[in-house]
């Protein structure tokens, strides 16, 4: 079992190094599907393949096998604090883990698979009740059964039917046979093009497309920081990308990049918040750019993990960066509780709050939101706006000035709590499906 | 003379099932396919009954609803609703509205029938 965190350790320093699987696949000699297998904890791995890998890393080999006990206890204290055990016991964890290893492997993978589990439900109710493509193949469905057994029930029961309305009935009856054929099978084809994909991708709408194009890459493109390839050819480029609505969609993202990454490197703001703190204010000064460019920057910098949400002024979400413990719904409205909405109607203000997500670990998060103007001003005409939400994971044990946080939950299906005065329908925790 | 139902249902097969149907039972039945000018129609025709699908091209069926109830002219009448989406969201929405009836698909022809009788009773 403990080899098995060897390999989530192993792909954490691969993930680290920004070094690709079938890179590191290639510079140890082994299969990039041999990896992958060792880093989902799928096989066993010691000896000189340890070696070598760690090698390939730059790290020592007990780096890997002894972050694994640390990656155990870790998920233990995760746990014990979702289950809000006091302080006291949760500082037991490891001595929990080095007295019963076994039961805190078990404890460990049952508290991850919960979590696993808690974002199908999330994924799946979304799915169901917001996805339009499943809506209108089911409403297609629906419809010719409709036709069929009304049709077949006039056939069956009235003796008295003319020969010129039974034969139309006879030719609707073959008609929507066929389509029934038809569109059962596309749902089932719909389906399964939904369960096959990893990370809960599930491919449909044009914005699907995107999430996964972007979850694909991680969220980083290197070569369009650094200029080498433009924004069209990346997309032209990319086989996940098949609808022109989600190359359109991709496109413009990229294109934002790339201007993003003309005014401020990824390189220069790291440096600077070494000096000027983690401070978007202060940055944008520095850089001399806005601050949705610098928010947008940082969602950007692999090393500070933050999420990253922007919408529109009529709150529709242009683009979204999920983080650990930060989700955002891919079809149903997000939580109106979100500081990202408060600043569509103060233009401007820019606001930093503390948000705790509703669920099984209770997340805090530091938040950074802001509306500006993205059109071109001129006058008396409103400016087009956007907003946009940094959202930076916060450690346990960090410190933070700001106090008490604001509660938010996914979305209003998914979330526990009954009594929020932004909620817009019923919970499917407390009502059930 | 004949009393008159509206359907508004853009699926070909439904509307002669159920055209022939109701004009056994004898109704006079208006057919419209659209949702986006429905609302004229119903005020041109002044129907007895309107039955009324949920999705439509053009103008929802709850949208429909919602404007025809706040118009005091149609508050009393009678609206059966046939849709393929059933969830409870829906219908509570449907009857947040003003929705006489809420039927889904597939419904069967006696269910339509009595919902019909039911509501167009007086």
């Excluded at chain 1, 209108?136 to 029930?153: G, K």
């Excluded at chain 1, 194009?213 to 290197?222: G, I, K």
């Excluded at chain 2, 004898?26 to 986006?36: F, K, L, P, R, S």
């Excluded at chain 2, 429905?38 to 439509?56: F, I, S, T, Y």
Aim: glycine share 6%; charged share 25%; hydrophobic share 40%.
């Amino acid at each position: 079992m403990r080899e098995g965190l060897t390999g989530s350790r192993i792909r954490e320093r691969r993930a680290m190094t920004s070094l690709k699987q079938a890179e590191l696949a290639s510079r140890i000699g082994i299969s990039a599907s041999y990896l992958n297998l060792i880093e989902h904890n799928r096989r066993r791995i010691g000896g000189k393949l340890l070696l070598n890998i760690a090698s390939a890393l730059g790290v020592d080999a007990s780096a890997l096998t002894e972050g694994a006990e640390a990656a155990l206890i870790a998920k233990l204290r995760e746990a014990a604090s979702a289950a809000r055990l006091p302080k006291v016991d949760v500082n037991t964890a490891d001595e929990f883990a080095g007295r019963f290893p076994g039961w805190a492997e078990v404890l460990a993978a049952g508290y991850r698979r919960v979590g696993a589990l808690e974002r199908t439900v999330e994924a799946l109710s979304d799915r169901l009740a917001n996805d339009p493509k499943l809506a209108a193949s089911v409403h297609e469905l629906l419809s010719t059964a409709a036709a069929i057994r009304s049709t077949a029930s006039i056939l069956a029961n009235d003796k008295k039917i003319t020969t010129e309305w039974r034969d139309r009935f006879h030719g609707n009856l073959d008609q929507d046979s066929r389509r029934l054929a038809q569109s059962s099978k596309a749902l089932v084809n719909y389906l399964d093009d939904q369960s096959g994909d990893q990370e809960g991708y599930a491919i449909g709408s044009p914005q699907e497309e995107v999430d996964a194009f972007l979850a694909e890459h991680d969220y980083t493109f290197e070569e369009i920081e650094s200029g080498t390839i433009a924004a069209e050819e990346l997309v032209g480029q990319s086989e996940g990308l098949v609808s022109g609505s989600a190359r359109h969609i991709a496109r413009g993202i990229l294109q934002q990049l790339a201007l993003d990454a003309g005014e401020v490197s990824l390189q220069k703001l790291h440096d600077q918040i070494q000096s000027l703190g983690m401070d978007p204010i202060r940055l944008a000064k520095y850089f001399a750019v806005s601050v949705s460019t610098i928010l947008r920057r940082l969602g950007s910098l692999k090393s500070l993990n933050a999420g990253l949400v922007v919408c529109d002024r009529t709150g529709s979400l242009l683009f979204r960066k999920p983080t650990k413990g930060f989700t955002i719904p891919r079809f149903d409205a997000p939580c109106a509780l979100l500081p990202l909405f408060d600043g569509l109607s103060s233009v401007g203000q820019i606001s930093r709050n503390k948000i705790a997500v509703a669920g099984r670990s209770e997340m805090e998060f530091e938040v950074f939101a802001v509306a500006e103007p993205v059109s071109v001003l001129s006058y008396n005409n409103a400016p087009f706006v956007q907003a946009t939400m940094l959202v930076v994971p916060l450690n346990s044990n960090e410190l933070s000035d700001l106090s008490k946080p604001i509660e938010i939950g996914a979305t209003c299906r998914v979330c526990p709590r009954e009594h929020c005065p932004a909620r817009r329908q019923p919970s499917i925790l407390s009502s059930g499906f | 003379m004949k009393k008159r139902v509206l359907l508004v249902e853009d699926e070909p097969n439904i509307i002669e099932a159920i055209t022939f149907l109701l004009s056994r039972e004898g109704w006079h039945v208006d057919i419209q396919t659209d949702g986006a000018t429905a609302v004229k129609r119903v005020r041109e025709l002044q129907p007895d009954l309107l039955m009324l699908d949920h999705m439509l091209p053009g103008k929802s069926g709850l949208d429909i609803l919602i404007e025809l109830r706040s118009d005091d002219q149609f508050l009393a009448l009678p609206i059966l609703m046939l849709t393929a989406r059933g969830q409870m969201r829906d219908r509570v929405e449907a009857e947040a509205a003003g929705v006489s009836r809420f039927m889904t698909k597939p419904f069967s022809n006696t269910e339509v029938l009595a919902a019909v009788r039911d509501l167009t009773r007086n």
